[in-house]
């Protein structure tokens, strides 16, 4: 009984508590991809658990600002399901880049295609055997934690506005050098675009253009699939060594791929710039719960 009156009551909080209310739903969210990977594991169904745990980890992070509650050990068992399905996410997005630079280059990778399919049928079996070792009620150990924090709607959007601020100014910092911090710096704007995903549509506007930054995260996550398809390529050469037609074709792809990957990373580096000029555009414009832009 003492559950359902938990449960009750955290369900008669929700249309007050904009963070517990999405909690609730990336809950509800990962427990139906959860269901469909122990079923089988697909590109869609792995993808979607995927983002889920992002979208709670992120959460998460920004309830601790909020409240200072730790979480990170609690969360170790979702982390390495995360994980699991990471590796099989990975050769997946791998075969799908493989098959798409093919057709534009008009090159055939055989060989490597079947060492990917080799390995993502293996990490898939293990994933699924992941997830069923998994308990699904593990996400429920954080929902009372979202009550913590006992400030109005209107608080809890300002403070997001106010805490998304710092990290923009974090990222004004790293993108001195966007290269080297690409995947801080798209992890930081997740963050962002996440918690202002929150906040009612026209704040979170006021505060940043949201579809500059969706453009920006894109990119980001097309240069990150291209990070890992190189690597791919440099474990298949050092597992597989030799002097094969293929292997010298794919060294040769792999400084195809490397400028291809920096085209991708100007454009989210552009992007970030037009980001910031639309930005001091509208400072001298924003209200007071919109939080000045960090200098």
Same mark, same amino acid.
Request: charged share 35%; aromatic share 10%; glycine share 2%.
């Given at each position: 009984?003492?559950?359902? =009156? ?11 508590? @904009? ?20 079923? @089988? ?11 889920? !745990? ?17 979480? $990170? ?26 098959? $798409?630079?093919? =057709? ?24 699924? *055997? ?6 699904? *009620?593990?996400?429920? !150990? ?68 949201? $579809? ?11 240069? *990150? ?8 390529? $440099? ?44 930005? @001091? @555009? ?6 007071? !719960? ?6």
């Amino acid at each position: 009984m003492k559950i359902g =009156r938990n449960l009750y009551s955290l369900i008669s909080m929700e249309g007050s508590n @904009r963070i517990l209310k999405n909690w609730l739903q990336q809950g509800k969210i990962f427990k139906e991809n959860l269901i469909l990977c122990r079923k @089988r594991p697909t590109k869609i169904s792995v993808h979607d658990l995927r983002v889920t !745990v992002k979208k709670m980890r992120s959460y998460l992070r920004l309830n601790e600002e909020l409240t200072g509650n730790k979480w $990170k050990e609690s969360f170790s068992k979702i982390s390495i399901l995360f994980k699991s399905f990471g590796r099989l996410r990975d050769h997946d997005m791998s075969l799908a880049l493989i098959r $798409k630079l093919e =057709r534009k280059e008009f090159l055939s990778f055989i060989f490597f295609k079947e060492y990917l399919s080799v390995n993502r049928s293996l990490t898939r079996k293990w994933a699924k *055997q992941d997830s069923f070792k998994f308990n699904e *009620q593990e996400p429920a !150990v954080f929902n009372q934690q979202f009550n913590l924090f006992s400030g109005t709607d209107t608080e809890v959007c300002e403070k997001i506005i106010q805490l998304s601020a710092k990290k923009i100014k974090k990222v004004k910092t790293l993108a001195k050098h966007f290269q080297k911090n690409a995947h801080e710096i798209r992890k930081q704007l997740k963050d962002v675009y996440y918690w202002l995903k929150i906040c009612p549509k026209d704040l979170a506007e006021n505060f940043i253009n949201m $579809k500059i930054l969706d453009r920006i995260l894109n990119y980001l996550g097309s240069w *990150q699939d291209h990070v890992i398809l190189k690597k791919k390529i $440099k474990h298949y050469i050092k597992d597989l060594p030799g002097k094969s037609e293929e292997n010298e074709k794919l060294k040769s792809f792999e400084k195809k791929l490397a400028v291809a990957q920096q085209e991708i990373l100007d454009k989210a580096k552009k992007k970030w710039e037009e980001l910031e000029n639309k930005k @001091r @555009r509208l400072k001298s414009a924003a209200t007071p !719960v919109s939080a000045p832009y960090p200098d």
